[in-house]
């Protein structure tokens, strides 16, 4: 079963300096909430008990903000604010939340391989940190993956379709449907030409993946900026093991620059309890304004 993950978190954040030149960018907020903390939310929704996050330079925060303060606890309880104690316990006792130091930072495949140890010789799940994904169901789209994984016990991929112009940002697969939004993939492509493309279906920040993708990694030569991607090594796994892809039902956030961040908590914000009324009504006067 899978009971692991690995949520890579140690990038620069170059996109949103200078806010980010001491705060990490999994730690900028949407609404009221780290971006992260809704990334381990979904770990932790889809049954996973057991979480690494890697992280870099400059990450301490996330250290701390997954850490009891026993202080502010205490004065929120004498305070009876009930509401807001809620809101800084939410990790459940059973769930365990680990971290590893990536020094140099050498890519995505190159952060999946500091969970080696952590691993072993299970399956596990990878999340982005620096992406939300909303799903439209009960399960969490981690969750969705797992359950294809149950059902093949072979890499799992989320999917989602995008125009043609904007395959060029993310790994790009080629295969056909099997069933029910899942695809036996045959071939992958790192961030191709729209005119190269073999589709528009591309890799979503979530990921199932067994053990055998670390030998997989030590195979794969560095690319681009010395980098080691993940995708190389996916597509050394292919050759000799069928791998799947899940077109997951929700809608991906992509927080990773400026103008999705901003939708992304004018979205979020909109369904807040406290302002989503409010912010409504402004949103509705503003766009009046500029007619």
Avoid: C
């Amino acid at each position: 079963m899978v009971k692991k993950a690995v949520i890579p978190a140690a990038g620069y954040g170059t996109r949103f300096l200078p806010a980010t030149k001491s705060q990490p960018k999994e730690m900028l907020p949407v609404v009221d909430t780290p971006t992260i903390q809704y990334v381990v939310q979904e770990a932790i929704d889809s049954g996973l008990t057991d979480i690494l996050m890697v992280i870099g330079r400059g990450k301490r925060a996330i250290e701390e903000h997954f850490s009891r303060n026993l202080e502010l606890e205490l004065q929120l309880e004498a305070k009876k604010m009930t509401e807001e104690l809620a809101s800084i316990r939410t990790i459940p006792d059973n769930v365990r939340i680990h971290f590893v130091w990536q020094n140099e930072l050498r890519g995505l495949g190159d952060a999946i391989r500091h969970a080696q140890d952590h691993v072993g010789n299970e399956p596990f799940a990878v999340l982005l940190g620096d992406t939300i994904l909303e799903s439209h169901e009960q399960r969490p789209v981690t969750k969705q993956l797992i359950d294809v994984y149950n059902r093949y016990e072979e890499v799992v991929l989320a999917l989602e379709e995008v125009p043609l112009e904007k395959v060029s940002r993310y790994g790009v697969i080629s295969g056909h449907a099997i069933d029910d939004g899942t695809y036996l993939i045959k071939d992958l492509v790192e961030k191709p030409a729209a005119d190269e493309a073999p589709s528009n279906l591309v890799i979503a920040s979530r990921y199932i993946l067994p053990p055998e993708i670390f030998r997989a990694l030590e195979l794969t030569k560095p690319g681009k900026g010395g980098e080691i991607q993940l995708t190389d090594a996916l597509r050394i796994l292919l050759k000799d093991r069928a791998m799947y892809g899940q077109r997951f039902n929700g809608v991906r956030h992509d927080i990773g620059n400026k103008l999705d961040f901003l939708k992304t908590s004018i979205l979020f914000g909109l369904k807040h309890s406290d302002i989503g009324d409010d912010l409504k009504a402004w949103l509705i006067e503003l766009a009046a304004s500029l007619e």
